[in-house]
């Protein structure tokens, strides 16, 4: 027999988790609190357990891998900061959007998703906090900021020094990258059995409210991703691209179907290069821009976070800041440039965003259950946005020569 896949496995304990919720329902919501929540707190855990580490590795070997940046000069410095602007962009989209229909994310009002807000501390030493002062700290208390401003400090020191004095520093890297990257592997494995557990009780002591509220937040990420791609990329392939941006989505279609199907940008890479390829973007810029893009560039990824940001902050009963919000723009790219192009990478670094902001990072309960149906969209705006790069760079570098 042909195993399941795990999208399978986990779209049936979503909908076990909600049948088995609402048969208990609030009568024995104690119950499910008591003994099928810890098996849903465990995995939490491990997600959290891992997310530094990825953060920290990922970071590091990314920079490294833009040695390569300073060689190709001009292409790589305008590939760096179209990615860095679409994808701030994208996050601001999604908070937008979901700012507007967070009236319709109910407050769950439950004990297990109490929360106290912090007191909001003031802007100077939000700066002054993003700069840790030991080592451990920030890795202990998983402060995300601060463990960025590591991975970069180290990750540039790196790439400064001399490649045969680092060399063995630079395998390690890559090395510890693979590890922690085959342990969120492992974990996500874990994830139907987690979002059963995470699901089940909050749909017994709440009913079927939570389900419509879902549905919600859904809605409000695949318009945003839609929005974002058609606002910005098509101004983006038309502007500054010279090309039509119904030729570009057309020649795109492939990759993006792959890509929604796959929910891995890494995965679609080889198809991608083709459509972008057979569009007119130029083979040496494309070879360099996507598998770039692949790793560093998620503006899907960065619109979810700020939807769920959002969506879980109004469950709470929160209401963020601005000064949350730009946390959340600033950490959102940077988490965004630490996510693997792989499925279900962009929930861990979710875990991230939320901590951030003070966020309860067993917020992620809510919207795990149906990770994979945001991770579907969130994958083709990823790799639509490295195609749009490698079509508008092509036309950039034609102008030069
Ligand atoms: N699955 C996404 C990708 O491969 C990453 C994510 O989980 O957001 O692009």
Same mark, same amino acid.
């Given at each position: 027999?042909k ?69 190709v ?24 959007g ?22 909001a ?11 840790p ?9 998983a ?44 974990i ?6 987690g ?16 389900? +419509? ?5 859904? &809605? =409000? $990420?695949? /318009?945003?991703? %839609?929005?974002?791609?058609? @606002? ?51 083979k040496?810029?494309?070879s360099?821009v ?32 601005? +000064? ?5 723009? &600033? =950490? $959102?790219? /940077?988490?965004? %440039?630490?996510?693997?192009? @792989? ?12 901590a951030?902001v003070?966020l309860?990072?067993?917020g ?12 579907m ?12 790069c ?12």
């Open positions: 027999m195993k399941l896949s795990l999208a399978g496995q986990i779209f049936i304990a979503l909908v076990l988790a909600i049948i088995v919720g609402l048969v208990l329902g609030s009568a024995h919501a104690g119950f499910a609190n008591s003994y099928i929540k810890p098996f849903g707190t465990i995995f939490l855990n491990l997600v959290k357990f891992i997310v530094v580490p990825v953060v920290i590795f990922s970071i590091i070997s990314g920079i490294i891998s833009m040695k390569d940046i300073r060689k000069g001009v292409i790589g410095l305008r590939t760096v900061i179209y990615y860095l602007c679409t994808t701030a962009g994208a996050i601001v989209i999604g908070l937008i979901a700012s507007i229909f967070k009236g319709f994310f109910p407050v769950i009002a439950t004990t297990d998703l109490s929360y106290q807000a912090k007191a501390t003031p802007f100077m030493d939000t700066i002054v906090g993003i700069f002062s030991n080592i451990i700290a920030p890795m202990a208390n402060s995300m900021l601060q463990v960025i401003v590591m991975a970069l400090l180290f990750g540039f020191a790196i790439i400064l020094l001399d490649e045969k004095h680092v060399s063995p520093a630079i395998q390690l890297v890559d090395a510890m990258n693979s590890i922690s990257m085959k342990i969120m592997e492992l996500l494995k874990l994830s139907p059995i979002v059963f557990c995470l699901l089940c009780p909050v749909v017994a002591a709440n009913g079927a409210q939570i389900i +419509g509220s879902l549905a919600m937040v859904l &809605l =409000t $990420a695949y /318009l945003c991703y %839609i929005i974002h791609m058609a @606002v910005v990329y098509s101004a983006s392939v038309k502007m500054l691209g010279g090309m039509s941006p119904l030729k570009f989505f057309k020649g795109m279609a492939p990759a993006m179907i792959f890509a929604f199907s796959s929910a891995s940008s890494v995965g679609t890479l080889p198809i991608n290069m083709d459509c972008c390829e057979k569009i007119g973007a130029d040496e810029i494309t360099f996507l598998p770039l893009g692949a790793t560093i560039n998620m503006d899907g990824t960065a619109i979810y976070q700020g939807v769920c940001a959002i969506f879980i902050a109004a469950c709470y009963g929160i209401d963020l800041t601005l +000064g949350q919000m730009l946390t959340i723009v &600033l =950490t $959102a790219t /940077l988490a965004s %440039i630490g996510t693997a192009g @792989v499925p279900g990478a962009g929930m861990i670094m979710l875990a991230m965003v939320l951030s003070g309860p990072i067993d992620i309960a809510l919207v795990a259950g149906v990770d994979r149906i945001f991770d969209g969130r994958t083709v705006v990823n790799i639509t946005g490295d195609a749009s490698a079509v508008c760079v092509t036309k950039m570098v034609e102008k030069k020569k």
